[in-house]
């Protein structure tokens, strides 16, 4: 498990390497399931997905989500750009929070375990001071729940 922050120029970059017990046959159903998102999101979120129907993932797909940050409630729409099962998806906010965020998932099956590797690329609106203050704390906090709860999940 690792999971680290750097800044590059004037972005910042979140990446995050777990290896799951299972084959990938086995893990990326699980994240080609939308709503399966919740499931791995910190309850101090109020993480929900707002879209009543059915969501097909492919490229092209966008997704509407509700959620709080410290305690203000925002709504959050990303686009998947990318879709490449079971390799690789690529979700992009189009709403939201950050300046921008681009979060690319890839999956790799080494010795019939599945090495799932997160990189985000963000901009955050306050730049440094509210990074440091509270948005690398938060980050680190939420992939860290989602990384026990993956574990979990796959153990």
Same mark, same amino acid.
């Given at each position: 498990?690792?999971?680290?922050?750097? %800044?590059? %120029?004037n @972005?910042?970059?979140?990446? =995050? @390497? +777990?290896? +799951?017990?299972?084959?990938?046959? =086995? !893990? #990326?159903? #699980? #994240?080609? @399931?939308?709503?399966? +998102? @919740? %499931?791995? =999101?910190p309850p101090f979120l109020h993480f929900e997905i707002a879209?009543?129907?059915? !969501?097909?993932?492919a490229a092209g797909t966008v997704i509407n989500y509700a959620l709080r940050i410290h305690g203000f409630p925002l709504t959050?729409?990303?686009l998947i750009s990318a879709w490449e099962p079971p390799y690789l998806f690529v979700d992009e906010q189009l709403k939201g929070p950050y300046r921008y965020w681009i979060h690319r998932h890839s999956f790799e099956e080494k010795d019939g375990k599945t090495v799932v590797r997160d990189l985000v690329r963000y901009q955050v609106f306050g730049g440094k001071l509210l990074h440091e203050l509270m948005v690398k704390r938060d980050l680190l906090n939420i992939f860290a729940f989602? %990384?026990?709860?993956?574990?979990?999940?796959?153990?």
């Open positions: 498990m690792r999971t680290e922050i750097s %800044q590059f %120029q @972005e910042y970059r979140l990446s =995050t @390497e +777990l290896t +799951l017990n299972r084959e990938l046959r =086995t !893990i #990326f159903p #699980f #994240f080609a @399931e939308a709503r399966n +998102l @919740e %499931q791995i =999101t879209d009543q129907s059915e !969501i097909h993932m959050w729409r990303t989602r %990384q026990k709860k993956l574990l979990e999940l796959f153990s």
